[in-house]
Each structure stands twice: as structure tokens, then as C-alpha cells.
């Protein structure tokens, strides 16, 4: 479904409009967390919403986020739809129980007859040297424990349909918004952050993958800000000779497995780009897919290219060096072309 | 206080139904795992918390509650269960790990979750009080004039989601009750290792909210005190906290050799055991007779016996049935 229109957003404004309207709409909705309120989020996520809402509905929390985030699974199981910000999801040390223990096993431990709806929405991602305790992307270490969806919306259009449709969502979804997506003007200049967006309320279904990009000779699978690098990358790959097709996930769970399936099954071919760790995560996940479904239409092994097994390190070259860039992705597809 | 008879019928009551039931669970959960003790195997697998001893926390509080009001408890949860009127066969289905059960097997029992009334109940620490808190402000915003009651242990106040809770609570306002079961063990660590004051009653004074000390395993205590918090709390005027010293009379889970507590320890509880002693002041007091006693038992024992039948009698749920219910 795409609805045309000349309006532009940042994906920032997209995502607080998108809550702006589902508050509109449903009074049981409403925002708790660390400076969301008068400061309108760190990120912006959450910007106006106290002018419009109030602060009974736009609730600044204390630095308190096992408090919180598990006041959020009493409220959804009592009748309300909370969307609770975890300001960076490097915090999750504080408050994990909560989530993982409370929020994504009370439904299943109850045998379907409580349900859990709501939202916890975070920031996540690196590339401005925020150092290894504010840059992790993280979402495999989410995907991995059942019970919650994983959804990491990449440009304006997917953040606001993916969050009017996570505050809809009888389940718990975790919505990981990456900092470099938002459109920020405090952040490096990132012309894809800005898209059309339409100004009426719209879904964008949960766990089905988008064509970014459509190409012949190989798939690239990532998600995030990495499917910006992707792009980048198959522009470049373009003047090579190179067609790359570029598969943004939107969420990691549920995983759009037939999408990826199918689109390898065209190409022959898989690059898997990760800005998570490398190990035990996404891009192994999307391989062990494409092999038990996909094997035969495979002509080369799969490739990754993620952030390796070390924490996100501060200085610029390190950074740089260890987090997925445009090079990489070029340099790996060559590789995988030829091979 | 003067309480209506019938509330002090009602808790005794329910204090015979509850030690019953744990008795019964405790008797079936051993019965066939000897002679080699094997904790997989039986009609009831797994660890079990057993509450026998603090029977008065759960009934003291039961004739204030009313339909809406949410309960999060522990891992040591059946009492509280039963006092809140949560469906016994249903529970006991889910103790056994049958289709019927009230999380159809998956949770068991330290996981039971009932929708009405409001009840669920955790396996680690302090985590259910948060949860309470959330339904308090639910329960605010929505305008009703509902309580959350939050259940956890001495040692859970040594856990930062206490804190966190009831600084939550009072700034926000909720209607929150907080009520510690204080057994003096932490499994087996005492209290007086793990906790740098003597009563945790005294730790609401951080939070500007009220902090109420019931010294004795007195189910009267209970209902006076939890009466009064629930009325402040119900009526908008904000969260408490209340520690009742209480008695774990057996190991922290069955099997437990509970070797960490002394003899005389022990025996100072069975000495005082709060169903024992509660039924005598009724039946000094003339609000119950002998016979009538006997009479209670016969019902209660027989309600236990109703729904252990019928938990027994449930089918197991299909295997692939694991796979159903992580999503809604």
C-alpha cells in the first residue's frame, strides 16, 4: 500500500504524528518516559505531544526504568494501550526483567487470556561516536527471546505506518528507531531521513519486508539505517555494472522469511548487512533462512557484512572502521558477484 | 475494630482451604517422587513454594478487595490466590500442568494469571510490583475506583524494583497497596544479614507514604491495617506500605532441607501457628463452635478434594499446543 502525496517529514515528526494520531483517536493511549514530556524526547520522538495531550497522558517518568517500563505492562493489561521510551536501548541492562521476563511472557504464560498492548519504543544505532553505551543497534538480542515483535522502521513513511500500527497491536512490540533515520538536524546530514509522508492515519503492516531497491544480481538484506547504506552502496555498485537489489526487513520479528526466499530465488545471490554484532544474530538468522529454503537457488555462499564482535569503540576512524558503511557493502557484492 | 462476624468466619475459612490445599499439594508432589526424589517427575514437576504459616496475609486482606481490584504476588503464591477467589479447579489444573489449567500448562505454578478476578503472580523477585503500579494508574486514568495490591517478600525490598515502585506510586499518586510478607529468610539467608533495618515498614518514610508494621502473624492485624490502606488508597488518597511479620513454616520449596533455620526457630512457629490459635479466639469468642469448625473443615477439605479431581481427571495438553499463544 503506498499513498502518494507531496507533504514531506522527517522520519522524527512522522513517528510523533503517528502517536499524535492514535492518541487523537484512542484515549486509552498514552506516553511514559525519561523526558518526553517538556523536552519532547531526546530524539524528538515524542515532540508537542504534551502541549496537544497534557501531562495525565504525556508522563515524565523518573530515571527509573525497571519502575516504568513494568508500569506499562500493569497499565496494558489493565485496560490501556501505554507506549513507554527507553531513551537508548544500551539501558536495557537497567530494566531487562521487565521486558523480556513480564512484558513478552505474561500472554503466552497465561495460555492467551491476558493480553499485553503496548509499545516500547527506543533509540538505537551508532556513526556519531556516542561511544559503546549509546550506540548498539541490539535488536538481535530482542528477536532472539519470543513473545515480542521487533520492528525498526528505516525512512518516514514505514516509522509512522509501523508505529499507528504497533500502538494498534494487541501484542507487546519493541519499535527500535535508529538515530540516524530521524531526519535530525543536530545529527549528519541524511537526505534519505527525509520522505513523503501523508498526513491522515495509515498502516504499515507489521513482518512484511520492502523492496527498497529492485536488482538482478543480488540481494541485500539489512534493515535500519544499514538499508540507507545499501542504497548508497547500489548506486555506486550501479556504475559498476553491478544491479543490486536492496530488501529493507522493517521488522525482525515476525521475519518476512518468504519475502527473503523469494527474492534469492531471483537474484542467486546474498549480502546480509547488519550494524549489530556480527555473531549469533540477524545476518547468521537470514542465512540459515535463505539455506533451508533457498539452498538450490543459491550460486555463491552468502556474504555479511556487520558490525564485528567488539563493542561500538568512540574515536571516528575506529568507529567508523567497525560499524557497516556504503564501501563495505560495495566492496562485499563485487566479492560476491564474482565469486 | 469491630469486625462483622461474618469476615471473621470468611478468613478462617479460607485459612482452612488454603492450608488444606497446600498440605494436599504438598502430599501429591511427594507421593510420587520417592523413593529417589527426581523433581521432573509426578503428577506435579517442577519447584514448589508452599505458603502454609502465612494464610493470615492473604485472608486479612480478602474482605476489602472487590471485582476489578488487581493483585500481583509471587513465587509463593497459592494463598493469596485462593484468598482472592481465584478459580480453584482452574488453578489447580494449571498447578497439574493440564489443558484446563488457567495458562492452559504453560505458566505453572509460580506463573498463574487470572483475568477475573485480577490476579498474576511471578517467578523472580520483586518483579511483580511494578506491575502493580501500572495498574494503579490504569485503574486512575480510567477514572475507577480500584486498588492494585502489590505481594512480595522481605527479601524483594532489597530489590531496586521496590524502590523504584514506590517511589513510582507516590509520586504518581496511585492507588497502590504494598504488602510485605515478611518470613525473616530470604530462601535461606536471614533478614537480619540481608536488610540494614529491622522493619522494611519504616522504608515508606523515603517515599513520604504511610508504612504500617503488623508485628504478629495475626489475620485481625491484617484486616485492620490492609482495611485502612485500602480505603486511603481506593478513596484517592494515595499508596502505602505494610510489613506483617509472618511465618514460612516449611522450607522455601518442598525438598528444601531447611537446615539454615534452628530447631527452636521452628518450633516457635509451629507453637504459634496462626490457624491453630485464630480458630481458638473465634470459638473463645463465640463466634464459632466446635462443631462448627468441623463443619468448616468438611467444606473446605472438600473443595480442595474438587479441584484436585479435577485437575487429575483434565487431559494434558497437546505437545504442539507449546507452539500457540506467544503472539495474540
Known sequence: MTITTDRKLTTQKAIAEAIALEMEADDTVLLMGEDIGVYGGIFGATEGLLDRFGPERVMDTPISETGFIGAAVGAAINGLRPIAELMFVDFFGVCMDQI????????????????????????????????????????????????????????????????????????????????????????????????????????????????????????????????????????????????????????????????????????????VVDEDYQSFGMTGEVIATVVERAFDHLDAPPMRVATPDTPIPYSRPLEQFALPSAERIVEAAQQLVSA | MDIPSEHLVDMYETMVKIRRYEERIREIYFEDKLPAFDIAAGLIPGE??????????????????????????????????????????????EIFGRETGLGKGKGGHMHLFSVEPNFGCSGIIAEGMPVAVGAGLAFKRRGTDNVALSFFGDGAANQGAFHESLNLAAIWD??????????????????????????????????????????????????????????????????????????????????????????????????????????????????????????IKERMFGEVEDAISFAISSPYPEPEGALVDVFA
Open chain 1, 100 to 271: 523480556y521476563n513480564n512484558m513478552a511472557k505474561i500472554h503466552y504464560f497465561s495460555g492467551g487470556n491476558v493480553k499485553v498492548p503496548m509499545v516500547l519504543m527506543t533509540a538505537v544505532g551508532g556513526g556519531y561516536s556516542d561511544a559503546g553505551q549509546h550506540s548498539q543497534t541490539l535488536w538481535g538480542t530482542f528477536a532472539h527471546l519470543p513473545g515480542m515483535k521487533v520492528v525498526v522502521p528505516s525512512n518516514p513513511y514505514d516509522a509512522k505506518g509501523l508505529m499507528t500500527s504497533a500502538i494498534r497491536d494487541d501484542n507487546p512490540v519493541l519499535y527500535m528507531f535508529h538515530k540516524g533515520v530521524l531526519g535530525l538536524g543536530w545529527m549528519t546530514n541524511n537526505p534519505r531521513a527525509t520522505g513523503a509522508v501523508p498526513s491522515e492515519s495509515y498502516e504499515v503492516p507489521i513482518g512484511e519486508a520492502a523492496i527498497a531497491r529492485e536488482g538482478d544480481d543480488l540481494t541485500v538484506v539489512t534493515v535500519g539505517l544499514s538499508v540507507h547504506r545499501a542504497l548508497d552502496a547500489a548506486e555506486m555498485l550501479e556504475d559498476k555494472g553491478i544491479s543490486a537489489e536492496v530488501l529493507d526487513l522493517r521488522s525482525l520479528v515476525p521475519l518476512d522469511r518468504d519475502k527473503i526466499a523469494e527474492s534469492v530465488g531471483k537474484t542467486h545471490r546474498l549480502l
Open chain 2, 48 to 93: 514448589m513454594h508452599l505458603s502454609a504459616g502465612q494464610e493470615p496475609v492473604a485472608v486479612g486482606v480478602r474482605p476489602h478487595l472487590k471485582a476489578g481490584d488487581a493483585i500481583t504476588a509471587t513465587h509463593r503464591p497459592h494463598h493469596i490466590a485462593i484468598a482472592q477467589g481465584v478459580d480453584l479447579k482452574r488453578m489447580t489444573a
Open chain 2, 174 to 295: 496511585l492507588p497502590v497497596v504494598f504488602i510485605c510478607e515478611d518470613n525473616a529468610y530470604a530462601i535461606s539467608v536471614p533478614k537480619t544479614a540481608s536488610t540494614a533495618i529491622a522493619d522494611n515498614s519504616d522504608r515508606a518514610s523515603a517515599y513520604g507514604i504511610p508504612g504500617v508494621l503488623v508485628a504478629n502473624n495475626d489475620p485481625v492485624a491484617v484486616y485492620e491495617v490492609a482495611g485502612e490502606a485500602i480505603a486511603r488508597a481506593r478513596s484517592g488518597r494515595g499508596p502505602s506500605l505494610i510489613e506483617v511479620k509472618t511465618d514460612r513454616l516449611w522450607g522455601h520449596f518442598e525438598g528444601d532441607a531447611d537446615a539454615y533455620r534452628s530447631d527452636e526457630f521452628k518450633e516457635a512457629m509451629a507453637e504459634r501457628d496462626a490457624l491453630v490459635t485464630f480458630g481458638q479466639k473465634l470459638v473463645a469468642e463465640g463466634v464459632l463452635t466446635d462443631s462448627d469448625i468441623e463443619a
